[in-house]
């Protein structure tokens, strides 16, 4: 597996397995990977939007990762296990909004 990487890289890479997961839960979950002011370069805020409606909803604080932890550990299958669980349990209270599938299959 790869671990490390630049703080934007591994941004792109958290988009990506917060979408995979999330969309286990709720098809029409999108990721939000909050990267900007105090963040940028340090750490990572993660919520998930449906519609109008976020996961963890304001003024909640997003799940907060550090750019560290995440570039260490992202080619650590056990990690990756455990922000999955927590990926899809933010899915899972994301409020209802529109119609169509909810969970895959």
Wanted: hydrophobic residues 40%; aromatic residues 6%; proline residues 8%.
């Amino acid at each position: 597996m790869f671990s490390g990487g630049e703080y934007e890289e591994v941004a792109r890479w958290l988009r990506n397995f917060v979408a995979s997961h999330a969309k286990r839960e709720n098809l029409r979950a999108e990721p939000v990977v909050e990267t900007e002011g105090a963040r940028e370069g340090q750490s990572y805020g993660v919520r998930l939007r449906l519609g109008g409606g976020l996961s963890p909803a304001p003024p909640a604080p997003a799940l907060e990762l550090g750019f560290p932890e995440v570039a260490q550990n992202r080619g650590s299958l056990a990690w990756c296990a455990g922000l999955a669980v927590r990926v899809r349990a933010l899915a899972r209270d994301l409020p209802a909004a529109g119609s169509g599938p909810l969970r895959t299959a």
